[in-house]
Structures are given as C-alpha cells and as structure tokens.
C-alpha cells in the first residue's frame, strides 16, 4: 500500500518527461529512501507536509547523478538528431552538385515555400514546360528539348529541392519537441537558434540563386548559368551548417572523457592541434573556390595538369579590369586559385599527418590523422583525373562528395584534439608540484570548511589568486574560479533523517545528530567550496571532474559546479542603454556647471541656458547643503511648522538602512542561494538579544514615512486650496504630479510655503529611472567568488524584462521575483494610497469634511481588519515577527509580500497622518493649548507603549524556533501599527505646538536638513552597497551585533555618496526644468516628460 502511494506521488513529479524508462535509477532511489522512512512514520497520511517536502526535494533533483545520467541519454539523442541532419545535409549537398552538373537547376522556374507537388498527367507536364519554354536557358540553349528530356532535369531539381525541405522538417520538429519539454539548456538554445537561422537562410539563397540563372542578361552569354556568387554564398552557407550540426552532434554523442587516455602537455602537442584547425580552414577555402569553379564553369578550361597549356601561369588569367574582378569572374584565373589551393591544402595536410607520427596520439586522434591523409589523397587523385578527362559527372560528383568527407574527418580529428581540459587535468592531478600554475591552483582551492556543525557551509578559497593564474609557457592555460556545492539526499523529515540499516542506532548517536543539524538547514544551498580549474574545462567536463575525481567516496552525495567564472568573462554584459542615461545626464551636469561658474550677467531662466543651468552641480549643490533659519515666513509672517520631519526621515531612512544589513543574510535565504556567513548558529544568540529586535523592526520607520506622506499631502493641497477659494484640483493632475513626485501646491500656484517647499518638493520618477540605471551598471563594478551573472541574475533580470512593474508604481501587485528592484514596494504602495487618499481631499474642497474623517476611519479599520480576514479565510499565513532573525528558516518573502509589501497594510499610518493632516488644517489659526497634566498624562501613557513597538517581536522567539500563530501575528501587526501611528500623532503635535522640548531640538537640527532631502535618494540606492558587500565579500562574513554595526556604517556611507550623486544629477535638476516659465506651457511640458521618460 506503501509503495503505491509512493510510486503515484512520484510519478506525478516526472509527468512531463518524455519516458519513465530514461528517469527510472531515480525513481527506484527515491522510492528506496521513502521505503526507509516509513520505518520511522509508520503511516504518513498523503495530505501530510512531509509530501511536500518530498515535492520540494525532488523538485531539486536535477543535481543528481542519477540526472546527470538521464542528460547524457538527452544529450546523446540530441546528437544523434543532428548527425541525421548532418547526413541529409551531407546528401543533399551531393545532389546539388549533381544538379549542377546535369544543368537541371533552371528546370523548375518558380518556386513555392509550402506547396511544392509534382505535375501528375500530361497537361500538367506540358503547362510546366510551357512555364520552361519562357526563360532564358531554353531559348538559348535547349531548343531542342523533348517533355521526356525536361521530365529527368525537373526530377532532379524537384529531388534536390524535396531533400531541402526535409532537412528542415528533420531539424525543426524535434527541435521545438526537445525546446518544449527543456532538454535544452542555454548555451544549446542558442546554438539551435543559429543553427536554425542558417538553414532557414539556406533556403532563401537557394532561390535567390536559381533567380539569377532565369533573368534576361544584358550581355550575350553562350549558355544561361546562375550567379557564381550566389552559387558560391549557396554552397558556403551549406557547409558552414553542415560543419556546426556536424561538430556538436559527435560532441553529444561522444563527450570528453576525463584523465583516461591524457597525453602530456607539450608545445609540440600544441602545435599539432593549431594545425589541425588550419587544415579545416584550408579544407573549407578550397571548397568554397570550387563553387566558382562550377559556376563558371572553369572546370572545362586548360585541361592539363601540372601545368596550364605548358604555362605555369596562363596569358589570359589576369585579362580582365579591374584586377580583382579575375579572381571571381575570370574562369581561367578561377581554375588557376582552386588547383593550386587544393595542391596547397594537400601538401598541409600531409604535413600534419607527418606531424603526428612523433607524437603520442588518443587512438581516436590518430585513426582520424590517418583517415584525413587518405582522403585527402584521394581528393587529389579524382580533381587531377576529373580535370584530364574534362569534368565528366561520375568523377566530378565523387569529387565534390569526397570534398565533404574529407571535410567531415577534418571535424572529427578537431573533435578528439579538443580535450584542452583533459591535458591541463593530467598534470594538474599527476604532477602538481611540475608548473607554477598547478601548485597557484591547489593553493586556491578551499577545503572543506571547518565549523559545519555551527553553520558554516561556504568555504570560497582564493578567488583572486585563481583568476590571476596564467600560464607562461606558451600552453594557455588559465585559472577558472567555481562554486562547488555538496547536499546531502533529499529525505522525507530532515528533523528524523534515517540511519543506513547496517549502523547501530545508539552507537552512531552523535552521528546521527550531526547529520539531523545539516539536515535542520534545508533552506539552504548546501555545502559550498571554491575549488580553481582550468579555464579550458567546459562545464560538461567540469562536473564530471566533481562527480568523478573530487567526491568519489559517497555516491549518495549530490555535487555540482554551480557557476564559474574567467578573467575574460569577468565583467558582465550590461547594455549600453544602461550607461548612455548616466553619461548624458553627467554631461548635463558638467555643461551647466561650467555655464554657471564663466557665464556671468545672463537671466539663468530664459532659453537653452537656463535648461542647461538646471543640471549645475553647483547650485544643486547649494540648494541641497541650504539651511532654512527663520522661524516665520518672510511674505506672511507665519510660524514654519514642520522643520522636526527632516529629522524624522533621517532617523527612519538610517534606521532601514541598518535593518537590511543586519538582515542581509536572509537575503540569501531564497531558494538555492549560498550563504556567505560565517557559524550561522551565531544568530540564534543575536535573536536573543533585545537591540537586534529594535533594529529588524524597522518596519516602523516605513510607517513612520507613510505617516509623514499622509500628512503632507493633506496639509499642503488643503491649506493651497483654502487660500485660493477652495479652488479644486483635477484627479488626473492629481496622479500625474505625484508621479513625477513634484509639489502639489504647485498645481494651484502657491509658492511661499517655504519649509513645506523643502520637506515635499521632491522628483520622484527621474530619481527612480537614475537608481534603475545604477542598479544595471552595478555588475560592472564588482568581482568575487558569488559575482556571477547567473547568481545575481535575479536582481537584475527583472530590470530589463519588468521594468513597468517599477515605473507604473505597481510592483508591490506582483511576486517579489519579478520586480526589479524589491524596495520599490514602497513607492508603489505609496503612490496607491496617494489615489485612495484624493477621496479626502475631494470631500473636503466640496465642504464635506465629516465625509472625509469618516472614510479615513473606514481605511484606518480596513488596514487593521484586512489581516486579520486573510488569516481566517486560510488565504495566506501572517509570518512571525521574528522568523526573519531565525537562521535556520528559509526567508517568508511570500509571506512578506501579502502582509508587508501590499498596500492594505499600511491605511492605519496613512490615513492616520491623513487625519492629522485634516486636524491641522482646521485648526490652522487656532491656538489650543492642552494642559500640562493631560500632556504629562498622555506621554506617560503613550510613551512606553510607543517605545516598546520595536521590541514587540522579542516575545514571538523560542529556543530553536519561531512560535507559528498567524491569527496572533496578524493581530499583532494591526495592534503595532496603530500604536505607533498615535506615538508619532503625538510627537509630530507636540512639536507642532513647540512644546517638544529636547526631542523637538533634536529633530529640528540644522544639520539633518540636507539629509532630510537626500532621504528618498538614500532609500532608492541603498540596497546596492549591501547587496554589493555580500556578493564580492573573499570570506564568510562573522555575524555579531558588532561586526553588523560596522558594515551598516559604511553602507549607510556609501548610500549617502550615492544619493548625492542622484540628487544632483537626477532628482533636482528634473525639479529645476518643471520651475523653468518655458516648461510651463502643455505642449512643452509634454515634450519634456516624453524625453525625460524614454
């Protein structure tokens, strides 16, 4: 009964494999381990989680050896398909020449893609020679044809032509079947798709070819032919197709078998094999200048050998002008290239075959050295004899089909040679202390990394000192750098892993947990080394060096390479787009800059200049460092309010920066990622303590941010409406402001709220387009041992295949792993909130402002309810506060993603800052003073609820796990969030009414005004220092408060650099053009975005 469940379970995992049979070593050792394990469970009831984490394990199983296995057949089969091309190619090749040979090119005058059928009765026969009768070869040549005569030349052609189409058949079924079913991996797709485009192009030139031999020439030949070019570019493309399938095919069906057979390293060895490729090269020239040979014909000229007519060099072979027009038109100078090229690729050859008998050869090598001086012989003897006895068809198609052979026997010895990686291996491991090369690799590897049972599973050896490795004795061998990852099985409860039934339960005990503990870290990649190769190792052969040489003692272990890198493949291809934002901004910049430093006595607003202006270093420079002094407004008189949130947003964004430092190896907690951490078991002693608590709470300054945009939206848009009449606003002027982030006020025409000016006036989608480019740059400007394309991809995928998820402010909608950039939820929820919260405004300009305090108390409950009805409805499970410290529990980003990144979670600080908004604008001109007592009241009451926020989480942590109650933690996020929403209510009112005291002081330090404004810049880039810092880091990192500290230091530093630069160069500058009076106009405005947007 056991089985059976088992075996359905299973077989439902590999239901898109083409055959069980090709995957059965892996169902019998899976079903072999399930069988085990229920010695342990007894029963396991199919709708227990222990099935899903078999689901999940055998979802991982590609880095077996029993798959390993099941790619070889794959990649046998795929070999065996394109050899088939191959020897259609091969045959079709050989009919073409016969075609040619016969003149039956020009039989079939038309030509159809798809519907290509054969005359069936006589008037069909007679309508297409009729079609025949109108070209040129008949009228010139053929005159006197019968239909009987047309029939055998159109049959050939017709066959010619069928073989085309059933190459393409062959090739291009099984190749959308192995696409569709992912038997393909990168490098193979691509290699298809060329090899596609070029038998898809072979196709076209055919007719392209055949074309020119039906068109009416203007100068008087004595027999139609086709363009020898075409002919030529016809037969190349042929070739060059025939010469890729071919080679890749023998690669798959025989791939490179390591250390057996490896000769030593030598330079002579070297240079045989420099040869062999030239002799390829000389193999495909001279067959290509066959083609012109047979395109004019030249075959039929000075019929004589060695010499032409008793000249060496014949009188008319350079007759016509201008002089290279011989090479290519002239028959005689044509016969003259192909004879004396082919005598040279023959003495070559034979030269190479020569070669080899002083080496020592893979037997495979030599069998193919002495099969391509045979044919090449042979090639010799049948163009001599073809050429005495004036090109006669038998011996003239032999030539062109021994052309191809010799060709295909060049492949095959090029083949055997390739093993760069099997001789660099042979000293590498035979003779480690002969190179300086072999004795930099050893000591690059990393060994096996001490401290397993405390949590360190990455141990990267020397990265530079690999990369740096290059051989001086004229081998080419360099070092190549790759992660080497180690799992263990999957089994069914990595908490009760089995015992092999030969051990003794109670003897092995310490064992046994030992293994559990492994088994406890199943988010994690495995155990990763660095280990260094040679760069001439493909990657087939490197993990057969992996499975075959470095883990040979445990064949239940799963090895691969997860990636590698080269010096030559260091720097990541990042598109030149990319850069061309940052560098024409920085010109900008530079331009306006020297504008403003020599250009004197000019109005900086009017014309080009006051554009270029904007982007001055200088004067964005001054703007950013400008203090506001004044405690009353020059024009009005009125008290400034709000200088106490720019230290708001300092503390907050500074907060979230340290809070992702500290939480950056959850960051490398998704699926299959390496953790770059050194005893992780550390963390379970940074989870209990209290600061770590405060600081990966940070959450709350989000909310705090929240709670400052509610207020200043409400604020500044109702106290500009009030002093322009209650004058309203456009809901798509609206939406369209927020997103480029500009004043609100501006809409309306208020210009003397100073200190609101500085706290609001912020660009918001130039900013965002400038960290996008930064972020697309960034794999430019690092290297390390986890500083691979393929490992970082999923942060930079997203930006070229998503990258309207950002702009469109809607990424916090969608998985996490399609956004670019993760911290864009904030933007996004932000700019949603920003639209719910025009319903408030609305209703308060038509005087309804009951309307607008009862629909943000409808939004304050809906945030604190919303939570609360997903958990109950089993919709999603709200996450522990504290699972995000705990080091063993794989990061909850979908948990993250339903009850942090979307919007309804964050109505309570919005609308309540939306309220406090309101409150502040009724009571504009009101001088209410609570009493002291209330005041004192209310601090000693708020205040230790409010501070005990960051803490909350504290209470959720157990000895080895976190406390799972989603209904608790949902009603605990609701809870905080209220809280502290009030806590900050309260601060902001007691600031507003100067009775902050020593906190106010703080907050409203000069010195956090230009902090303040590079706030929102901050948060944009601040996640490229930290994720910059993981992924070039040489050694694991040593997790303590400490250490954590220090790095959040110096990525807060690096985070403020790179904001500077944003602020100048992106996001005021953009704010300067909007203020410019030529930007004011519609039709100018739209112009402008259109540019700033492309």
């Known amino acids: 009964m056991m089985s059976t469940i088992f075996s359905r379970n299973f077989c439902s995992l590999i239901r898109h494999s083409l055959s069980v049979q090709t995957i ?80 039956s090119g020009l039989s079939m005058v038309d030509w159809h893609p798809f519907k290509e059928l054969p005359p069936f009765n006589n008037d069909q026969w007679e309508q297409e020679f009729e079609k025949y009768k109108q070209y040129p070869e008949f009228k010139v040549k053929n005159k006197e044809i019968t239909l009987d005569q047309f029939k055998r030349i159109w049959y050939m052609e017709y066959a010619h032509r069928m073989l085309g189409r059933t190459i393409g058949a062959l090739y291009f079924i099984p190749a959308a079947l192995f696409w569709s079913r992912n038997w393909l991996n990168k490098s193979t797709k691509i290699r298809v798709g060329i090899f596609g485009s070029l038998l898809a192009a072979q196709g076209l030139l055919g007719w392209y070819m055949v ?146 008998l002083k080496l020592k050869l893979p037997s495979k090598a030599r069998i193919a050295t002495n099969l391509l001086a045979l044919a090449i012989l042979t090639q010799v003897t049948l163009g001599i004899t073809a050429l005495l006895q004036y090109v006669p068809i038998e011996i003239a198609s032999a030539h062109q089909a021994n052309a191809m052979v010799t060709l295909s026997i060049a492949l095959w010895l090029s083949k055997e040679l390739r093993h760069d990686c099997r001789y660099a291996l042979n000293e590498y491991f035979k003779n480690p202390f002969r190179h300086n090369w072999t004795m930099k690799m050893w000591d690059s590897n990393g060994h096996f990394p001490s401290g397993i049972l405390v949590g360190t599973f990455f141990e990267p050896g020397n990265f530079d000192e690999c990369l740096k490795i290059k051989s001086v004795d004229n081998n080419g061998i360099e070092g190549k750098y790759c992660i080497m990852e180690i799992k263990l099985p999957p089994v069914l409860d990595p908490k009760n892993p089995p015992l092999p039934s030969n051990m003794d339960n109670n003897g092995m005990k310490n064992w046994y947990e030992s293994i559990r503990f492994i088994y406890d870290w199943q988010s994690l990649s495995g155990i990763n080394n660095g280990i260094c190769l040679p760069s001439s190792c493909s990657d087939v052969e490197t993990n057969e060096i992996v499975a075959k040489v470095l883990i040979p003692v445990e064949s239940s272990l799963r090895a691969r390479i997860r990636f590698c890198q080269e010096r030559k493949t260091q720097t990541i291809n990042v598109p030149i787009r990319m850069g061309e934002k940052i560098i024409w901004t920085i010109f900008f910049v530079a331009i306006g800059t020297i504008m403003e430093l020599f250009i004197k006595g000019i109005e900086s607003n009017e014309g080009m200049l006051g554009i270029l202006i904007c982007f ?155 960290a996008t480019c930064l972020l697309l740059l960034w794999p430019r400007i690092g290297q390390g041992p986890l500083f691979h394309s393929d490992y970082i991809g999923f942060i930079t995928e997203p930006c070229y295949q998503n990258w309207y998820l950002s702009f469109g402010y809607i990424s916090n909608l969608f998985p996490s792993e399609k956004v670019c950039n993760v911290m864009h939820w904030y933007l996004s929820a932000d700019f949603q909130l920003h639209i719910l919260l025009y319903v408030v405004i609305y209703f308060f ?32 499970s709200a996450p522990n506060p504290s699972i995000f410290l705990h080091p063993n529990y794989r990061f909850p980003i979908e948990k993250v993603e339903l009850f942090i990144f979307a919007t309804w979670n964050h109505f309570i600080p919005y609308f309540v800052g939306a309220l406090f908004g309101l409150w502040l604008v009724q009571r504009k001109h009101q001088n209410n003073q609570m009493s002291k007592w209330k005041r004192y009241l209310i601090w000693i009451i708020l205040g230790p609820l409010f501070m005990m926020q960051p803490f909350g989480s504290y209470s959720f942590i157990d000895s080895d796990k976190p406390v799972d109650q989603p209904l608790i933690s949902a009603i605990m996020f609701g809870l905080v969030r209220s809280i502290w929403s009030l806590g900050i209510l309260w601060l902001c009112w007691q600031c507003v009414q100067q009775q902050g005291g020593i906190i106010q ?43 954590l500290l220090f790095i959040g230091i110096g990525s807060g530093f690096i985070s403020t650099l790179l904001a500077f630069f944003l602020y100048c160069t992106f996001e005021r500058p953009y704010v300067r053009l909007l203020l410019l009076p030529i930007i004011t106009t519609t039709t100018t405005t739209t112009i402008l975005s259109s540019i700033l947007l492309k």
């Open 1001 to 1043: 002081r703080f907050l409203e330090s000069e010195i956090m005004q230009p902090f303040s404004r590079l706030s929102f810049s901050i948060y944009l880039v601040h996640i490229i220092p930290i994720w910059h810092y993981m992924y070039t880091i040489r050694q694991p990192v040593e997790l303590s408060l400490f250490n």
């Open 24 to 103: 059965r070593p892996l169902t019998l050792s899976h079903l072999r381990n399930s069988q085990k394990n229920i010695a342990w469970y007894h029963y396991i009831p199919k709708s227990s989680g222990h099935f899903q984490t078999l689901r999940n394990s055998l979802r991982k199983f590609s880095n077996t050896p029993e798959l390993d296995a099941i790619q070889l057949r794959r990649n046998r089969i795929i070999g065996f398909w394109l050899l088939s091309c191959a020897g259609l190619t091969f045959v079709t090749i050989c009919i073409g020449g016969i075609t040619r040979l016969t003149e």
């Open 211 to 356: 074309k020119s031999g039906l068109e009416e020439k203007e100068v008087y030949t004595h027999e139609p032919r086709v363009s020898q070019y075409r002919l030529a570019a016809h037969l190349g493309t042929a070739m060059v197709f025939y010469t890729l399938i071919f080679y890749n095919g023998l690669v798959n069906i025989w791939p490179d078998s390591l250390i057996k057979g490896t000769p030593a390293v030598t330079k002579q060895l070297i240079s045989f094999k420099r040869l062999a490729a030239g002799s390829k090269l000389f193999i495909f020239a001279t067959a290509l200048s066959g083609a012109f040979v047979a395109g004019l014909d030249a075959g039929l000229v000075y019929n004589s050998w060695p010499k032409m007519a008793d000249r060496w060099i014949p009188t008319d072979m350079l007759r016509q002008q201008p002089l290279w027009r011989n090479f290519f038109e002239n028959p005689t100078c044509v016969q003259f290239v192909h004879r004396h090229l082919g005598e040279i690729t023959a003495l070559f050859v034979m030269g190479l075959w020569a070669s080899s």
């Open 616 to 770: 001055s270093l200088i004067e964005n420079t001054r703007t950013l460092f400008r203090i506001s002094r004044s405690k009353h407004h020059e024009s009005t008189g009125e008290k400034t309010q709000f200088k106490f949130i720019h230290g708001l947003r300092v503390l907050s964004i500074y907060w979230v920066v340290l809070a992702h430092v500290l939480l950056f190896h959850p960051f490398t907690q998704y699926d299959d990622l390496v953790p770059p951490v050194h005893s992780l078991n550390t963390r379970f002693s940074i989870i209990q303590n209290v600061f770590a608590h405060f600081v990966v709470n940070a959450g709350l300054a989000v909310e705090t941010f929240f709670f400052i945009s509610g207020t200043l939206t409400v604020y500044t848009i109702l106290t500009t409406t009030a002093e322009r009449s209650n004058q309203s606003i456009n809901i798509f002027t609206y939406i369209w402001l927020r997103w480029i982030r500009y004043d609100d006020h501006i809409l309306i025409g208020l210009d003397h709220i100073m200190e609101l000016h500085f706290i609001f006036h912020q660009s918001f989608t130039p900013p965002l387009l400038g």
């Open 845 to 876: 300009t038509i005087r309804r402002s009951l309307l607008s305090f009862v629909y943000s108390y409808i939004m304050i409950g809906l945030g604190f309810f919303i939570p609360i009805i997903i958990v109950l409805l089993g919709w999603g």
